[in-house]
Structure formats: C-alpha cells, structure tokens
C-alpha cells in the first residue's frame, strides 16, 4: 500500500477547557476525494487549521508526503503543496480578482508576466475571467468562493482542503462547482472537502469520516455511513438522500 | 547618589498624587476605547482645554478653580458630545487609517487652534492655597496637589457608582461588551457613543482642572500627558476602566520614584520604555477586560 | 529579481508614450528648469518651497511603502529621518567622509534600525502599531537629547569650508544645488519603488494589507515580507535625512525627531495624495507643503504671536481629507476615472486570449 499523502495521528486540540479535537487520526491517500462531515461544531474547520498551520495541536502530529508538518507556518504548508478555501470566505477585497490569484501564482513563478498568464488560465478554468478586473469585495457571494478556489489553485497544490465551498449556492451553482472539483481531482489534486450540503458530499467523496464533538465517530464509503446508527444519531433531525 | 528612605516616602505619595490625576485622563481613554474601539489621539488635549477652562474663568470672573470643575466638564461634554456627532461618528467604519487620522488631526486642532487663539505663553493658575505645602513630620506635598488627589478620588467613585448602578451606565457597559446585544436589547448605541465620548473626554478635562491649579499650562501640554495616558491604559488593560485608575497610580509612583535614580531627561524614557515592553509582553496588560471593573 | 539596465531604460522609455509621457515630461522638465529661473530670479522663498515639496516628495513616498501597500501606519518615520541625518553629520563632522557616500551610509543605518525596530513593533496590530512608533520616536528624541557625543540638546554644525571643498562636503549657498539633488534621489526612489510594488514583493505586501490571515494562506510569510518593506522605507527616508543635513546643516534632535515637522508632515502628505496610490504622496506633499510653507514663513514667522497657525491649518486638511476624500487626491481622481490605473509593468489589459496557453 502507498504512503498516504496526508497522515493526521492522534490529533488533540483544546482552546482552555473546550475539546476541539479529541485524539483524531485517519489518513488520506493520493488522489482521493475524501469528505468531513458531522454536526456544527464537530471539529471540522479545527482540523483544517490544525492541518495548514493555524493551529497548533496540543499532541498528535500531521505528515504531509512523509514529512511532518505539525505547527509549521501556514506559509509553510502552502509552500509545500497545500492549498485551503476559507469557510468564511476571505477575499483580498481591494484587490482585484486577477490580482488575488496572481499573488496565489506567485508561489511558484516568480516573474509577473508567468504568474499572470497562469492566473488567467485558472480564471478561465473556473469560470471568473470575465469578472477578472473586478474588485474582489464587490463580488458576490458564488463568485468570491470562486475566487476562494481559484487562488487555491494557484498554489499548484497536491493537496486541496475545501471548506464548505458549496454553502450559500444555488443548485445550478452547486453542480458547476461540483464538476470543476472533478476536473481538478482527475488532474492530479487530492481533495479534502468539508461540506453541509449532503448532496456535494455524498455525491462526490469516495469516502467519508464523520467528526462530532471533536471525536471520529466514523469512516468508509458514503453509502455505510450514512447507514451508520452513531451517524444518524449525530444527525438527529436531519435528512439526506443519495 | 545617595537616597534616603524619606526621599523615597516623598517620592511615592508624589507619586500617587500625581497619578491620581494622570488617572482621570486615562479612565476617558479606556472609557472611549471600550465602548467604541476608537483611539482618541486627542484626549491630552480635552484636558489641556478644561485646564485653559478653568484659567479663563479664574482670569476673568475670579471663579476658584475647584467651583470651576463643573463647568469645565459640562464644557467639554458637550464638544465631545459635537465631535463625536460631526466628526468621529462619521470613521466608525472606515479603514484604519481614517481613524487614526481624524482624532490626529482633531489633536491638531484643538491643540494648535489653542496656541494661535490663547497664545504660546505658558500660564499659571494661582489661589489663595497656592503656595501652601502640607508637612506631616518629614513628608511634606503641596496642599493642591492634596487637592487633586482627593477630588480625583471623589470623580472616580461617582464614576464607578454611574457605570454600575444607574441604568445608563450599565448600558455603556453593555455596549462595549457586545454591541449588537446591546442593540437587541434596545439601547440606542448611537446615543451610548455619544455618552462615551463627552464621558471620556469630561473626565479627561477635569482631571485638567485639578492639574492647573498645580502645574504651569500650555497649549501643548497634551503631548506629554496623552502619552502617559496610552502606557497607563495599555498597562491597566485595553478598556478597563478602574484598571486605568490603579495602573495611573503605579506608574505615577514608577516616574517619581525613578525621578530619584536618572537624570530628569530621560525620566520620560522609562514611561515610554515600559510602554513598549507592556504591549509586547502583555497585550491585555495587568487588568485587561472589556470595561471591566 | 533580476532586472537588467536596459530593462530599466525600456521602462522608463514606454512611460513616455502618450498622454501619460507628455505630461510626464513636461513635469520633468519643468523640475529641471524651474531652480535655474529662481536662482536668476533671486527668489529663495519658492526654491526654499520646491526643495521642501521634493524632500517630503522622497519621504511620503519611502512612508507609504509600509503604510499604504503594507497597511503599517506609522507615525514614527522621523526615527529613521534623524537617524539619516545624524549619521550623514557625525561622518562629515567627525570622520570627513562626504555626504555623497554618507547620506548613502545614513541610509543604510535607518534600514537597520528599521529592521531592529521592527521585531518588537510588528507583533502589534492596527493602531497599537501606530502608537507604538511614536512612542519610539519620542524615546529617540530623548537619548539623543542626552547623548553627549552626538551633541545632545545643542545639537551638531559644521564648520563652513573653503570653496575648492564644497563640492565634496556638499556645501553651498542657498537651496538650488540641492534641489538637483533632491530630483536625482527622487528619480532614483520612483524607479526603485516602481519595480518593488510591480514584482511579487509588491503583490505579497498588499496582500499582507488585505488580510494577513489570507495571505498566509497563500505562502506569505507577513514578518518577512513586512521586514522587506520596511528596510526600504527606512533606507530612502534616512536618504531624505541625509539631505536635509547637508542643506541645512545644522541639526538636533528637536529637529529631526520631531513629531509634528517630520513624521506627522509625511503622513499628512500620503494621506493627502491618496495611500493607495503609487504617486498619491508626490501629489500630496506638493500640495500641502507649499500651504504649509506659506502660512509659516510668511505669518507666523512675522508674527510669532501666532505661532502654531500653520501646524492649526495643516489640522484642518487632514481633517477634511479624512471626512470627505479619504481616498486622497489622486484616489479621488481616479475614482472619477479622470486618472486610469495602470497596475503593472506588464498590463495584464493587453494580453490576449490566445497568449495565455
């Protein structure tokens, strides 16, 4: 079996008294879609910092690739081939679209012209170019998750954390976006992606792990774990279908 | 150098004397930070202004510069109340630099607009107590300075009585806790903001006051004594307002007692000095809280 | 980033084209001619005003490097200014070095002062930050107040030397010469900006100004690239410190540490022109510092019962900039689209589709 891509071990973090994470591990192998699911408040956005760097975890450790890249630096893990959308989506708003995903293409092209034309390439890709000379804050909400994502994929990542980036979008939106995730996993991206919306989750993760109250309380192909009593019962009241 | 024990005593009751009043400038500070998040750059000089108010009154109509308190503050409420209407209301949400620039330029202002309108001469208020120094043993104040402390003392616990058990006050507090809370609740926060500042800047005037009657007065003087206020509410914790009042206090003793050690120039180096160190060690300072007590 | 001389000159030649390189021109030209015409004139009064604009025009733009593209605000820069200024004095003085290498060298000592500053003051954020460079400027002021060797209070002087010296030691009647000077580090300072803000150095910074957290996320590193900015910032306002000595030359710490004439006037001058700009503070010190100048030279010196007046209307622009024009002058004029933009040495506008595979 190869070595998995991203390897997250016995995890714990604590903010005082409060239990984010309680010992936390599984593992992600490349070119997988893997979705985190469970319940508000679960841990889910924790774990994202954790992984890139916000975060420093109280114990446990994160290898990335084989190396460990517990509490390093944010930059630093974007450095080293991952790339992450903010569940609040945190545009560059005086900025304009271009330049925020030039800024994300400078990672790994130096000179302006290079980042530049990758950067309109990936506006093309996702659907922003014409929009590229807009000033990021007046975009509205679809497009700036957009942005979100394009400029993750400036960073040329190996791997993609999405977090929650179908949230306030319109069915039509939410399968645009779908199908682009499926086109940057068939190039080559692993995806880690948290999400609400059950059908983006279900419809697109080759397997799921299910976080509640900072525990995983479950893991395998999204047809067994929807099927999982501790699942539903995390779930109480709400409803998906697949 | 030798320093005795008694000039040490001397230099600490100096000490709280005078950080009693630089006290009553930085409890307006942390005041109109913890209820809207606004640096006032311009707070030294509303105490500059209550100090001229009570010069011109006891200039002009031989008001005693204690009588003279009221009008101060109720002067100078009212131009924090104006400001805050014309002026600052208007950057509460505007990019940073808009913030900092219109209590800047609000310092320019009223600072510079004294000097040309006033005059750069440097004045003094004098009474019949003036001149007359206190002495218990081998300690020994000048009696205004007594003055002062007291009446700080009598501010600061009206104060304290208004922020917890009047209704506004509790109010004010509400709103630099969480202002949308507070608005749920049906407090007008724009009416709260306006109380804050003509609050912060009052308190600051009067502790003008109380300094004029011991201490020469110039248009400029704001300078220093804002400056002093910026490292006591850093000290005392971003917002707490009585934290304000104790740390005034310590680091008036820490400039006298000091005072003894380094030559006078370089006084104002350790405040600024501990200012520096208390950000970066201690962001919160000693008391930090959001308008606690 | 590795810019050859020709790539310079290249530059420099494509901003002549069009309107934009009229009016460029006709500016340059005009800098160029105008210390001639006063000097023939006899009117030290303007000349005095030109070099005043062009220095501030070196400081305001070296400040907004750290505050308008990295969101820095600082109301400390006259640290690195009589830094500048002490440096290029005490060689001259002390050493005879020239201040042709000692303002260079002047320069160099604020960007190392910067850099030791900066280690404890960017852990602050928003105005805390802004606090605290004042705070360590009045603390400069202090200790060279008390610093015998630098002259303390009283402050350093040169002697006047014979004239077969003063081309080395700088020395020269009147400020014309040194309006020269003072173009020369302009120009310099324009280009030398002008490749940092359209490299990556330049995105990463604003980046930083937008939102730290983001940019982190996009392989940022904030302490590090706001280090790089403020090198630059200090290193080209101790070249403005430099200056001043050398025009002046007489300098204390009253002087050159001052809030008010040195730190607030530059920020005053960015503002003004429009932070987010790259001209905004040329514009704004031309515009303010001739006002300024005006009321202090020709009122309150005359009349010294109103001192304070200048500083009085110079509280009054900011204040008026900041409720009506925040965005400054060349912001204003580019939101009315009376300027366009240009973003970048490579204007992604002219890019064609077909160029981006």
């Not at chain 2, 109380?210 to 914790?237: D, R």
């Amino acid at each position: 079996m190869t070595s998995p891509i991203l390897k997250v071990k016995n995890v714990t973090k604590r903010f005082g008294g409060l239990v984010a994470l309680n010992n936390v591990s599984f593992e992600i192998h490349e070119g997988e879609i893997v979705g985190l699911i469970g319940p508000n408040g679960a841990g889910k956005t924790t774990m994202f910092n954790v992984i890139t760097g916000y975060y420093k975890p109280e114990s446990g450790k994160i290898y990335f690739e084989g190396k460990d890249i517990t509490g390093k630096p944010p930059y630093h893990i974007a450095k080293m081939g991952i790339g992450r959308t903010f569940q609040i989506v945190k545009p560059l708003p005086g900025l304009t679209v271009l330049e925020n995903v030039v800024i994300s293409s400078f990672l790994h092209h130096e000179g302006l012209e290079e980042a530049m034309k990758r950067a309109l390439r990936i506006l093309k890709f996702t659907g922003l170019y014409d929009k590229r000379f807009m000033k990021a804050g007046s975009l509205n909400v679809a497009e700036k998750k957009r942005l979100e994502l394009s400029r993750a994929l400036a960073l040329e990542p190996k791997l993609l954390l999405l977090d929650e980036v179908a949230a306030g979008l319109t069915p039509t939106e939410v399968d645009e976006v779908l199908s682009l995730l499926r086109e940057i996993n068939k190039s080559g991206c692993t995806l880690l992606i948290v999400e609400h919306v059950m059908r983006v989750v279900m419809g697109i993760s080759e397997r799921i792990i299910v976080l509640h109250h900072g525990e995983k309380i479950a893991e395998g192909p999204p047809r067994k774990v929807a099927n999982d009593p501790k699942v539903i019962e995390a779930y109480l009241g709400a409803r998906f279908e697949l | 150098m030798t320093v005795s024990l008694i000039d040490l005593i001397n230099a600490i009751i100096n000490g709280v004397l005078i950080g009693s009043i630089y006290s009553l400038i930085a409890m307006g500070l942390a005041l109109i930070w913890g209820v809207m998040d606004v640096i006032n750059f311009a707070q030294g000089d509303f105490m500059m202004l209550g100090a001229f108010i009570t010069y011109w009154l006891l200039a002009l109509a031989g008001i005693d510069p204690l009588i003279s308190i009221p009008i101060s503050f109720s002067i100078v409420f009212i131009l924090g109340v104006l400001t805050q209407k014309f002026i600052i209301e208007k950057i509460l949400h505007a990019p940073l630099v808009s913030q900092i620039t219109a209590t800047f330029a609000l310092l320019l202002i009223i600072r510079y607009g004294a000097e040309v309108f006033f005059g750069p001469f440097t004045r003094r208020v004098s009474t019949g107590y003036t001149g007359i120094i206190l002495r218990y043993g081998a300690i020994s104040f000048p009696l205004t300075r007594g003055i002062a402390f007291v009446a700080s003392i009598i501010v600061t616990t009206a104060l304290y009585f208004f922020l917890t058990k009047t209704y506004i006050g509790i109010a004010l507090r509400a709103v630099s806790q969480n202002r949308i809370a507070a608005e749920l609740l049906g407090i007008d926060v724009n009416k709260m903001y306006y109380l804050a500042f003509g609050l912060g800047v009052g308190i600051s005037a009067v502790g003008g006051s109380l300094l004029s009657t011991f201490y020469p007065i110039y248009p400029e003087m704001g300078a220093f004594f804002c400056l002093i206020a910026f490292i006591i509410v850093v000290f005392g914790g971003f917002g707490s307002v009585f934290g304000a009042y104790i740390s005034g206090i310590i680091i008036g003793v820490a400039e006298c007692v000091s005072a003894l050690f380094i030559p006078p120039t370089l006084k104002d180096v350790v405040a600024f000095g501990l200012f520096i160190i208390m950000v970066l060690i201690r962001p919160t300072g000693l008391f930090g809280a959001k308008l606690g007590l | 980033m590795s810019l050859k001389i020709s790539e310079i000159i290249d530059l420099i030649r494509r901003q002549l084209y069009g309107t934009r390189g009229i009016i460029i021109s006709l500016i340059s030209l005009t800098l160029l001619i105008l210390p001639i015409i006063f000097w023939r004139l006899d009117l030290p009064f303007p000349a005095n005003t030109l070099l005043l604009c062009l220095l501030y025009s070196i400081l305001a733009m070296a400040w907004n490097i750290l505050a308008g593209y990295t969101g820095q605000i600082s109301f400390g820069h006259a640290i690195f200014f009589g830094v500048g200024a002490y440096t290029t004095m005490i060689l001259m003085l002390y050493y005879g070095v020239t201040p042709w290498i000692g303002m260079f060298i002047g320069g160099i000592i604020a960007a190392l002062t910067g850099l030791a500053l900066g280690f404890p003051l960017f852990r602050l954020r928003s105005h805390w930050f802004t606090l605290a460079t004042i705070a360590a400027s009045e603390i400069f002021k202090l200790v060279f107040i008390s610093w015998k060797w630098v002259g303390g209070a009283a402050g350093l002087q040169p002697p006047i030397v014979p004239s077969e010296l003063a081309l080395y030691y700088l020395q020269y009647a009147g400020p014309y010469i040194y309006i020269y000077i003072a173009l020369g580090i302009l120009g310099i300072e324009i280009i030398a900006l002008y490749l940092i803000i359209n490299s990556k150095t330049g995105f990463y910074l604003q980046a930083i100004r937008e939102d730290e957290y983001a940019a982190m996320s996009m392989g940022i590193n904030p302490f590090k690239y706001k280090m790089i900015a403020m090198l630059v910032s200090a290193f080209f306002t101790g070249i403005g410190g430099g200056l001043y000595t050398v025009r002046y030359r007489f300098i204390d710490p009253f002087a050159v540490f001052d809030l008010i004439t040195i730190s607030v006037y530059i920020a005053v001058a960015g503002i003004l022109g429009g932070i987010y700009t790259f001209i905004g503070p040329i514009v704004g010190a031309f515009i303010f510092m001739p006002i300024t100048e005006y009321v202090r030279a020709q009122i309150v010196v005359r009349f010294p019962r109103y001192y304070g007046l200048h500083v009085f209307v110079l509280g009054i622009i900011l204040a008026i900039i900041t409720l009506s024009m925040p965005e400054g002058v060349v912001g204003w004029l580019e939101k009315k689209g009376l300027i366009k933009r240009e973003l970048t040495l490579f204007n992604p506008s002219k890019l064609k589709e077909d160029e981006i595979i």
